[in-house]
Nanobody
Framework: QVQLVESGGGLATAGGSLTLSCAAS????????IGWYRQAPGKERELVAT???????HYADSVKGRFTISSINALRTVYLQMNNLKPEDTAAYYC???????????????WGQGTQVTVSS
């Protein structure tokens, strides 16, 4: 059974910083990519940043230059350093990973439970 557990959300003021972390555990045969999505009230879930086993990273235009994604332990732990936060960054942030795990042994999407980030002006 695969689990993604996020931590690090909370309250920040505009211009401040927060760091999110996500730890993947369980019967993981292969982890191809891991990253962060967010969903604000009344809006669709959107990609924030991802990184993959090739070391490639991808960012939403809205966070480029402010957020940095990094990982350790073969993508098993991923961080999102968020600087110069804006009120529009307020959302629930979800960790997502593409993992091969038993019994399917095919790539599947796994999601964490989410962590709330609230930025006040």
């Amino acid at each position: 059974q695969v689990q993604l557990v996020e931590s690090g959300g909370g309250l920040a003021t505009a211009g401040g910083s927060l760091t999110l972390s996500c730890a993947a555990s369980g019967s993981i045969f292969r982890l191809n990519a891991i990253g962060w999505y967010r969903q604000a009230p009344g809006k669709e879930r959107e990609l924030v940043a991802t990184t993959d086993s090739g070391g490639n990273t991808h960012y939403a235009d809205s966070v480029k230059g402010r957020f940095t994604i990094s990982s350790i332990n073969a993508l098993r732990t991923v961080y999102l350093q968020m600087n110069n936060l804006k009120p529009e960054d307020t959302a629930a942030y979800y960790c997502n990973a593409q993992i091969v795990a038993p019994p399917s042994m095919h790539y599947s999407d796994y999601w964490g439970q989410g962590t709330q980030v609230t930025v006040s002006s």
